[in-house]
């Protein structure tokens, strides 16, 4: 999975509670991107950024925010979670834009 | 109407036969276009990637091909193999923007 890793590959929450995903990279590569997956839709993009505090929306941003404090780590952090956002989650990295995404292995997150 | 729209949902074939998977798409033009292979529970991985001036691209047993006159790209499997068992996903980079727009896959199961 080129070098990224995410945590937790699954968990478990209940509505109301804050949660955080992060995602890891070894490649030193300056965009990172999160997005999330469900049955009837293609991924979507939640936030994405494009440098060290240098962040964006995607198309489906409300609910979670996102921040980037050093190269290698982009943290998503879902403020209060609702079973709307049960889902998998997949952080992808680029080079730079147009370049190839690497994604990485997946959070499963249910909200109950 | 989404803006990449894949056909078939689902195909099965048979373990060593051909198979084309189709991708429509409404963005025109865009940077480039591209296949991903997801395998079930682990992220995406680029198969191939097509700017808009190619119309192929091979990689190993699959091809990629694009018309840009009727926005069409297809994916060809040739020999199948147990291991292409997967969704298979296309995607479409605007011009100037990270914001890739995906479709919804086709599932594809090759039985022996």
């Known amino acids: 999975d080129a070098g990224i890793t995410q945590s937790p590959r699954h968990k478990v929450t209940e509505t109301g509670t804050p949660v955080t995903l992060r995602c890891h990279q070894t490649?030193?590569?300056?965009?990172m991107y999160w997005y999330r997956q469900d049955p009837g839709h293609g991924l979507r993009l939640i936030h994405y950024s494009y440098g060290v505090k240098d962040t964006d929306k995607g198309e489906v941003s409300d609910g979670y925010s996102v921040s980037r404090s050093k190269t290698e780590d982009f943290l998503l952090t879902l403020e209060s979670a609702t079973s709307s956002q049960t889902s998998v989650y997949f952080c992808?990295?680029?080079?730079?834009?147009?370049?190839?995404?690497?994604f990485g292995p997946g959070t499963r997150l249910t909200v109950t | 109407k989404n803006q990449v729209e894949q056909s078939p949902q689902s195909l099965i074939i048979l373990e060593g036969k051909n198979c084309t998977l189709q991708c429509n798409y409404t963005v025109s033009p865009f940077s480039n276009l591209r296949w991903y292979k997801q395998d079930t529970g682990r992220g995406p991985v680029s198969l191939t990637i097509?700017?808009?001036?190619?119309n192929t691209k091979s990689n190993g047993r699959y091809t990629a091909t694009l018309d840009a006159d009727t926005k069409q790209s297809s994916l060809h499997i040739t020999a199948s193999q147990l291991s292409d068992s997967a969704s298979y996903i296309c995607?479409?980079?605007?011009?100037?923007?990270?914001?890739?727009?995906f479709g919804t896959g086709t599932r594809l199961q090759v039985f022996p």
């Open positions: 992808a990295i680029s080079e730079g834009r147009g370049n190839e995404q690497y």
């Open positions: 995607v479409v980079n605007p011009p100037n923007t990270d914001k890739l727009i």
């Open positions: 490649e030193n590569h300056r965009y």
């Open positions: 097509m700017t808009f001036s190619e």
